[in-house]
């Protein structure tokens, strides 16, 4: 059964640092791996989607990477900004990628 | 991409009443999901639903406590029945367009029971 377990599962950070969320999962028969941003009463936002092939991912501040023979993915935050405080959850693409695996989280808070 | 509209955002409901939770898509999409995610914890896949079949529910889920409905390509509902506070969560509807695409997700709806 995957298992997907993200550490940590808070972090508080001033203003302007560089900051990595970390993203581990049991099996590395993934076809996927997508980075979701999720604020109060706003449902889920996708931020970043790793194919199985693909190692990394960039957009923005934003640097995904995926090692699937280690089970591990990071999401790099570039420059932190208040506005990037929200929880952010990693999910693996399972049985074609249509199901999704979901990690409990990081609840990220960026201090003026 | 996918817009997804969910209704009711939040409600609050007496035990042992039933609430039908909507998603309107403003594509069509062959498949929709249905996510349950409990105080605290992450999201939990309840079942899958295709147009023109019966939904698929994963372990730990059944049809009589989580019957849905798929009635065309755009929308689907799942209704929460014989509520208890234990089913108090956010319920989230999601699409898949195809394996290289992202996963998008409704705002989700604020279940509280009292």
């Known amino acids: 059964k995957q298992e997907v377990t993200q550490i940590p599962a808070a972090l508080s950070v001033p203003e302007g640092e560089n900051l990595v969320l970390n993203c581990s999962f049991t099996?590395?028969?993934?076809?996927?791996l997508q980075w979701f941003r999720q604020d109060p009463g706003k449902g889920l936002t996708s931020l970043l989607l790793i194919q199985s092939s693909q190692r990394e991912q960039t957009s923005g501040r934003l640097n995904a990477s995926l090692d699937k023979s280690s089970g591990r993915s990071t999401l790099y935050i570039a420059a932190s900004q208040p506005g990037d405080s929200a929880t952010y959850l990693c999910?693996?693409?399972?049985?074609?990628?249509?199901?999704?695996?979901f990690g409990q989280g990081t609840r990220l808070t960026i201090n003026p | 991409s996918a817009v997804i509209s969910q209704k009711p955002s939040r409600d609050i409901c007496q035990r042992g009443t039933s609430l039908t939770i909507q998603c309107q898509v403003d594509s069509q999409v062959t498949m929709m999901f249905w996510y349950r995610q409990q105080p605290g914890q992450s999201l939990t896949l309840i079942a899958t639903?295709?147009?023109?079949?019966?939904?698929?529910?994963e372990s730990g889920f059944v049809i009589d406590k989580f019957p849905i409905s798929r009635p065309n390509l755009t929308f689907s509902t799942l209704t929460v029945s014989n509520m208890s506070p234990e089913d108090s969560s956010i319920y989230l509807c999601s699409v898949w367009q195809g394996p290289a695409s992202s996963a998008f997700f409704g705002q989700g709806t604020r279940l509280t029971v009292v």
């Open positions: 999910a693996v693409g399972i049985q074609g990628a249509q199901k999704l695996v």
């Open positions: 099996d590395s028969a993934i076809y996927n």
């Open positions: 639903a295709n147009q023109g079949s019966e939904a698929t529910y």
